[in-house]
């Protein structure tokens, strides 16, 4: 799969308009200069070649050379990664955190108006534009009352992280609450629940325990593939508050036609994704017996 | 030899402007400036963006720099004298000066420094040289004009004589670099410059900042900050932002916000708006159909009111053009004259070119790069034509593939903006509408016409004057009239200074946020 979305992107920039070397340029360009680049930058040999090459490299675990930064692309990529890991790691605690409780709470009284509100507040995380949030969270929680930094990465601390993973997890938190009612609200009327009840255990046992662990199933699975949410987010939510991620790396790369970082760029989200779905099927063994079962 | 008088006089000038400062420079302090984009670059040799020269300015000097009048004046070279018939210059260095490695500069810096920039990316800074395209070329060994004449003197021979050549002097592409550095870090020099400037590199957090610290043995004396910190955020209102929670000490005002940070009570004293070198301007492809007729390039000329965009999309921040050379350039003409707004003689000229109302012409796809401005300005470029019957079909692409079809000739009609290398007008009329220019190089319209560049051929080559000048002022009313290109307005400097940044120049050079100007005479009164 890897191997097919590296030939895709290849070719994608193949037939994009622009070359590599004249946007490297500036505006005004010598034409022997130009040469000279597309010959450093190999971009004279024939397509087929140039990607047989970037394979070859790749198999030996070389992604090149950037052509804006004239540095190893692994480099370019080894160090802004760490930044937007932990962008996606905090955002996706956000939203398993508040998106659970507030799934929880609101099933707990279908139709009540606390109901109303949680859901009402989900489908606006899942609506409110990336960009539009993180202008909005900077504007009240650091410009006006000073309480967190504008933006910036500050060196990793922890106030620096805290509206950006709110901001890319907002959306994600919107989807894991709505999916948390109703998969509570479908496993509160099953039968093991009813006899938890008819036992007489107190209802925060029976919905904190009983089913709660049930109706977490079909959620694990949304923050699986909410994983490609915060890959698309990531790059805006980086734009927003200058965080020094692979997002806004990327994007950037794109304008530049930068082909050996957005190639790695890609490689990397698309591993990542890879590598976050197989964690959520990890997940469903600690979660659910019955795969655990199925898998011996 | 002749010294050169006007270089005597502004150092004499400058001079006298330090002694008459109010308040003594009080050392000490970061100065928190910020970037739109992270630098490509920070080598001289590779850079062709204003970020990436932010901060090599700083980082590196040059044989001259230019002050605030945009002047060159003496930086390592102590003086330079140039020969009657205005081929050779003679630059006699500065003794004693040292790289940030301790090193002294010596005449053999320059020669490797000028014939490493020139096989970079910016050869044109260096082509005026005798045996310079050779060199760059890889038919001879080295640039034969650059010859050494002792440890500290240098002489430059060009093969006819170019009266702006000190302002190439004076550009950052010309920057002296230490050989054995460059050849120690080989590509990782571009990331941990070692120049001879005021500040030297710190440290680099690729896309969060970069970080420069004094160099208390800089040549004219220790800069009284003691760290500039460039953090780099690209998204506008961020920048903004930033500056109103007082993380930043200065930036640039953002798009739309220019008359009401002039008018906050807070921002008020601290925004600044000021001329810069740049012109906005539309092309047209010249050599093919439609716009090879002059008058229909006329007539779309008289159809345009820039009114519209200057006061309302602008909030009249910008400056009205009359010409292609912006007001805050050394040599501007103010006796140029626009075709002006006048849809009657729109209408005619359509009519003489045989497309009575706009009949005949089809939609004309306008080319232009991504960008909130460029789309709304395209749109009202679209409304005011399709008053004389002109349809436009509006063509946005990002800058790589923009300059693609600009370059190649397959745009006819296009927006493009310049801003001025170094303040001459050789570097917009001879760059922009020589036919030797013609494509990438920056003769984007192909345009050929030979009084034209009979004129600029003469000016180039001519000392500064009334007499060169008026060879330029002759070109330039030449291409507005023949509606090569049409400006919309030139650029201006919309920036936000906190209070208690002194010294920070305001040369047409310095466009915020990447301020070009010397920052070793900031200071923080606070």
């Known amino acids: ?296 | 030899m002749r010294k050169l008088a006007g270089l005597a006089v502004v150092v004499a000038l400058a001079l006298a402007g330090a002694g008459a400062s109010a308040q003594a420079p009080r050392a000490g302090g970061t100065l928190r400036a910020v970037f739109s984009a992270d630098p490509p670059t920070l080598d001289p040799a590779h850079a062709t963006d204003t970020t990436s020269s932010a901060v090599i300015r700083q980082v590196f000097d040059g044989l001259l720099e230019l002050d605030e009048t945009l002047t060159p004046v003496p930086a390592l070279a102590r003086r330079v004298d140039a020969s009657a018939d205005g081929r050779v210059y003679t630059f006699a260095l500065r003794p004693g000066v040292r790289f940030h490695n301790g090193r002294e500069v010596r005449a053999a810096d320059v020669k490797y420094s000028f014939e490493r920039a020139a096989k970079g990316k910016r050869p044109w800074v260096f082509e005026k040289i005798s045996g310079a395209r050779e060199f760059i070329k890889g038919t001879a060994d080295g640039i034969g004009g650059v010859r050494l004449v002792d440890d500290l003197t240098i002489e430059l021979r060009l093969d006819r004589p170019f009266a702006p050549f000190l302002h190439l002097m004076a550009y950052d592409a010309a920057s002296i670099v230490p050989r054995e550095e460059v050849e120690k870090r080989g590509p990782g020099f571009a990331s941990h410059p070692v120049g001879t400037g005021a500040f030297r590199f710190a440290s680099w957090r690729r896309d969060d900042q970069v970080v420069l610290e004094r160099f208390p043995d800089h040549f004219r004396g220790s800069a009284p900050l003691d760290r500039v910190v460039f953090r780099i955020i690209p998204a506008e209102i961020t920048r903004f932002n930033e500056y109103r929670a007082g993380q930043l000490d200065l930036t640039d005002v953002p798009t739309g916000q220019c008359r009401s940070v002039q008018n906050d009570p807070q921002l008020r004293g601290e925004a600044a708006v000021w001329p810069t070198l740049g012109t906005h301007g539309l092309r047209f492809n010249v050599a093919k159909p439609p716009f090879d007729d002059a008058r229909l390039r006329r007539a779309v000329a008289h159809a345009i009111d820039p009114t519209l965009i200057v006061e309302r999309l602008l909030e009249g921040c910008v400056y009205p053009a009359r010409g292609i050379l912006p007001p805050a350039l050394p040599g501007y003409s103010s006796g140029i004259r626009r075709l002006a707004f006048d849809r009657g003689r729109a209408k005619q000229l359509l009519v003489e070119a045989g497309h009575p109302g706009g009949r005949g012409l089809g939609p004309i796809p306008f080319n232009f790069n991504t960008g909130d401005l460029n789309q709304r300005i395209a749109e009202v470029l679209q409304a005011q034509l399709r008053e004389i019957g002109i349809a436009l079909e509006l063509r946005r692409l990002d800058w790589a593939a923009h300059i693609k079809v600009v370059d190649d000739g397959s745009a006819v009609f296009f927006r493009q903006g310049w801003i001025a290398d170094y303040p001459d007008p050789e570097n917009f009329l001879t760059v922009l509408f020589h036919s030797r220019n013609i494509g990438a190089a920056g003769n984007t319209s192909r345009y050929r016409n030979a009084a034209v560049d009979r004129l600029l051929d003469e000016a180039d080559a001519m000392a500064p004057g009334p007499t060169r000048s008026a060879r330029y002022h002759q070109a330039e009313q030449a291409i507005v009239d023949d509606a090569v290109w049409i400006s919309l307005y030139h650029y201006s400097s919309r920036a936000l200074v906190k209070r208690s940044v002194k010294g920070l120049e305001r040369s047409a050079l310095s466009s915020a946020p990447e301020f070009l100007a010397p920052l070793r005479r900031v200071w923080l009164d606070r």
Do not use: C
């Open chain 1, 1 to 296: 799969m890897l191997f097919g979305i590296t030939l895709l992107v290849f070719l994608l920039n193949a037939i994009a308009l622009g070359d590599p070397a004249r946007a490297a340029m500036g505006q005004r360009a010598d034409p022997e200069a130009l040469e000279r680049l597309r010959r450093d930058y190999a971009l004279d040999r024939p397509l087929a070649v140039q990607y047989v090459t970037w394979i070859g490299r790749l198999a030996r675990g070389d992604l090149g050379t950037s052509f804006r930064e004239q540095r190893a692309v692994a480099e370019v990529i080894a160090e802004r990664l760490p930044a937007t890991v932990r962008l996606a790691f905090a955002a996706t605690l956000v939203a398993v955190v508040l998106g659970v409780a507030a799934g929880a709470l609101a099933a707990v009284r279908p139709g009540s108006a606390l109901d109303h509100v949680l859901m009402g507040a989900a489908v606006l995380g899942i609506s409110t534009p990336v960009f539009w949030l993180g202008m909005m969270l900077a504007l009240v929680f650091a410009v006006t009352l000073g309480w967190l930094p504008v933006s910036g990465y500050g060196g990793g601390s922890l106030r620096h992280l805290v509206l950006p993973a709110l901001t890319l997890g907002a959306l994600h938190t919107g989807t894991v609450a709505r999916m948390t009612r109703s998969s509570l609200l479908e496993v509160v009327r099953q039968d093991y629940v009813q006899t938890a009840r008819g036992k007489g255990l107190p209802e925060r046992i029976v919905l904190g325990k009983h089913a709660l662990r049930n109706a977490l199933i079909p959620v694990v699975t949304v923050i699986g593939i909410g994983l490609a949410d915060l890959l698309v987010g990531a790059p805006l939510t980086e734009t927003v508050f200058a965080w020094p991620g692979v997002g806004r790396l990327l994007v950037a790369a794109v304008g530049q036609r930068d082909l050996p970082v957005v190639m790695g760029a890609v490689l990397v989200f698309a591993l990542v994704y890879v590598l976050g779905n197989l964690l959520v099927d990890l997940a469903y063994l600690v979660i659910d017996p019955r795969t655990r079962r199925a898998a011996t």
